[in-house]
């Protein structure tokens, strides 16, 4: 029990508890209204709205009270007697005084206001005005729904707008981001207006579980708390008895799935009620009964119907069964030849067309007949429309049953930030963003199903291209490819990562680097497969996950890998010029994403360099460096940590000072670094050696940090080590630095120095 002044809130997590809070607040409420009937004040009645008039209290939510009054003019003091209890209580109070006249005027103008009055609960007082509160809030509501609806859909999209995608974000709120509590509501307000059946059984269980969460917040934070931080995963997974943290993110993604599904399904109901020409005759239609070949409102079972599909038609602005199609055993294929049939036709399935599918639809044959496998890859090729429509399947458990692999990544969260969704929505994702290639390589069908399953073995012990590689081919098979087409799609599955890694972590000119990418690929076809793919991977997953920089790079892979295997041949490193100077030294040069520095040789003018841009806040994201008679040259590929473009004439002379020793690097960095937040938690980092023409490539596999870069830098001029060139790749909180070190470094004990070196200079200051 949690101690609140005169009163005591049980504590808890669940319904029970909520209910618990709820009965302990009308029990004290009620003793703080003076007699119904005051002579001062009129007719009284306290009125909950909000999670108390629902029963649905948090551990510390707010009070949400309505003193509704006959109009007597002792109002104000009865008012402050009946607030004063509460705050000293140290309750957190949100309170209006209103005749049900007033009421009904404020729930008129303002859609929020009218929303919580539809719920509004006597707690104690005469039953008699809030009924006709009720009454009359209702009836206004339902009369005016043709304009307070659009309103409410407005306020909607602001809000997700300002805080996102519940079912996505690592760190949602769980009350106010789409797909959240505060959307139930909106689905009730659409209910209460009589337009449609909102809060079906699948989101009132969504609903209970994320109170369940915003309960479990409550309790581990101690205040109120409605968005789910990192820190706070773990001890809510254990409020809920679940496995671990990220149980707790899958859970909540799928009740935010659900009801943001529903919302969906209901704005649709909503456009379509306005589009039927009941807002002209100024009332609301109650929703009726629905079957599968009908769209998803009484209303649209008049609308003309138009074949879309065999076995599938447009009605109302939706897909729906033809009547031909409902038989006692439904052709497996049906399933998938609708959600095809509604993508190509950048329709929504209706609701009970799919509520129809996932109870009678039969299991698809091993392997898949023509008809299915065809359906999968043109639903898949669609474009856009993929997302809703295969959203919408699988909210029906549809997917799983074409798909049985899909279970095991559903909502599957991605901890990654550079990624922003779950991994089942990535494929789906990637799938989308594949149809835009579609035209530039020879089996598209392959490109759309290698696209859907690339990452499949997220999730699974192992790298997950290869574990998923065996997956993927697996699902191919069942599907009914060929076993030459299943091998390519295991192939492309496996290599997915190929041309990123290598772009922006190896020499592109080095003929070792040309002969393992096409040695891997093996053919013209599979390369550009890759190539497609890669580009809509990288699309799919969010906005850092591409740059114009790492574009050059990927293409000029492709191009160099391309030309081996169509003639054989690789070119051979090329010579690079010795740096000439001219004119006093150092020199510098700075553009838009490109660094360049000649100075007199000297062992650390790399550290020099790349702390000096840490410090300006740019990141390396290459590095080449030619020396000759006495002269070197760095030239560094960078781009803006924070998006911000740096002071041009501030880091050309810090890096000129750089150059010269006048500016001391390291300890700026080691100011700097000593303040940074350190990751927790991070594996140990590792050194991996790997061959290059007239080289050895030291590749670095740490933790991020500031100054990583100069301190690795540092570190291999100090033990003797020359750099040629560097390929840095910062993948969220964890780098994957690539050091062409000049020489063959064959000996075991010059390898074991310099590792050694590297992996000291990893740790920064303390």
Not at 151 to 172: D, K, N, V
Not at 229 to 256: F, W
Not at 467 to 489: K, N
Not at 588 to 596: E, L, N, Q
């Amino acid at each position: 029990m949690m101690p609140a002044g005169t009163v005591e809130v049980p504590a808890g997590v669940g319904a029970a508890a909520r209910a618990a809070r709820a009965d302990a607040l009308d029990a004290w409420l009620a003793t703080l209204l003076p007699d119904a009937d005051n002579p001062d004040a009129g007719t009284l009645a306290l009125v909950a709205v909000g999670g108390l008039a629902r029963r649905e209290c948090a551990p510390h939510g707010d009070l949400d009270l309505v003193l509704l009054h006959g109009g007597g003019a002792g109002i104000d003091g009865v008012a402050e007697k009946l607030w004063y209890p509460i705050w000293d209580a140290k309750l957190s109070l949100d309170h209006s005084v209103r005749t049900v006249d007033e009421a009904v005027e404020v729930a008129g103008t303002d859609v929020k206001a009218a929303l919580g009055l539809l719920d509004a609960r006597l707690i104690a007082g005469d039953d008699r005005l809030v009924a006709r509160l009720r009454e009359r809030v209702t009836a206004h509501w339902r009369r005016d729904a043709a304009r307070a609806l659009p309103r409410l859909r407005e306020l909607s999209e602001r809000r997700w707008a300002a805080h996102g995608e519940l079912a996505f974000l690592l760190e949602g709120d769980v009350k106010e981001a789409r797909g959240g509590l505060r959307d139930v509501g909106v689905l009730r307000g659409i209910g209460y207006a009589g337009v449609a059946d909102a809060t079906r059984p699948a989101v009132r269980a969504a609903q209970r579980w994320l109170l369940d969460v915003r309960d479990a917040l409550h309790t581990v934070t101690g205040r109120q708390m409605d968005r789910m931080l990192a820190q706070e995963r773990a001890e809510v997974a254990r409020l809920l008895d679940l496995g671990g943290p990220d149980d707790v993110l899958r859970r909540v993604t799928d009740a935010a799935r659900t009801i943001a599904y529903a919302a969906d399904d209901a704005w649709r109901a909503v456009d379509g009620w306005r589009r039927s020409g009941h807002t002209r005759r100024g009332g609301a239609t109650r929703w009726g009964g629905s079957t599968p070949w009908s769209g998803s409102t009484r209303w649209s079972t008049a609308a003309p119907r138009s074949p879309i599909a065999r076995d599938v038609v447009e009605q109302n602005g939706e897909a729906v069964l033809a009547r031909a199609a409902i038989t006692p055993r439904p052709d497996p294929s049906l399933a998938l030849r609708v959600a095809a049939a509604a993508a190509r036709a950048r329709l929504p399935v209706a609701r009970p067309t799919l509520e129809w599918l996932a109870e009678f639809s039969t299991p698809l044959p091993t392997p898949w007949p023509a008809p299915a496998r065809d359906a999968l890859l043109t639903l898949l090729g669609a474009g856009d429309p993929l997302v809703p429509t295969w959203e919408a399947c699988d909210r029906y458990g549809l997917v799983t049953a074409w798909l049985p692999e899909w279970a095991r990544v559903r909502s599957l969260p991605q901890h990654n930030p550079v990624h922003r969704f779950t991994v089942d929505r990535h494929l789906v994702e990637t799938a989308r963003m594949a149809a835009s290639y579609a035209r530039e390589v020879s089996r598209p069908d392959l490109l759309m199903l290698s696209a859907l399953l690339h990452d499949v073995g997220k999730g699974l012990p192992g790298d997950h291209s290869v574990v998923g590689a065996s997956v993927a081919a697996a699902a191919a098979t069942r599907i009914g490819l060929a076993p030459a087409d299943a091998a390519v799609v295991e192939r492309v599955v496996r290599l997915h990562l190929l041309l990123p890694d290598t772009a922006t972590r190896r020499d592109l000119a080095d003929p070792v680097t040309v002969r393992a990418v096409a040695g891997a690929v093996g053919d013209l076809d599979t390369l550009s497969l890759l190539y497609a793919l890669v580009r809509a991977d990288a699309a799919a997953t969010g906005p850092t996950a591409w740059s114009a920089w790492k574009g050059r790079l990927v293409a000029e892979l492709v191009d160099r890998a391309a030309h081996a295997l169509d003639t054989g041949r690789v070119p051979g490193l090329p010579v690079t010029a010795a740096p000439v100077a001219i004119g006093p030294l150092p020199s510098v040069r700075v553009g838009r994403d490109r660094v360049a520095v000649t100075a007199t040789d000297s062992a650390g003018l790399l550290a020099a360099v790349a702390g000096c841009l840490s410090l300006h806040r740019l990141d390396v994201v290459a590095a080449d460096v030619a020396t000759g008679a006495g002269v070197a040259r760095v030239v560094c590929a960078v781009q803006p940590r924070y998006g911000g473009a740096p002071d041009v004439e501030a880091l050309a002379a810090d890096l000129r000072r750089a150059a010269t020793g006048e500016l001391d690097v390291a300890a700026r960095l080691a100011a700097r670094e000593r303040s940074a937040r350190r990751p927790a938690g991070a594996a140990d980092p590792r050194v991996v050696w790997q061959p290059a023409t007239g080289a050895a490539v030291l590749e670095l596999r740490a933790a991020d940090s500031p100054g990583l870069l100069h301190r690795v830098a540092s570190a291999l001029a100090g033990a003797g080590a020359r750099v040629r060139s560097a390929r840095i790749s910062t993948l969220g909180g964890d780098v994957v630095d690539a050091f062409y070190l000049v020489g063959r470094w064959d000996d075991a004990a010059s390898r074991s120095a310099v590792e050694a070196a590297v992996l000291r200079a990893v740790a920064p200051p303390r």
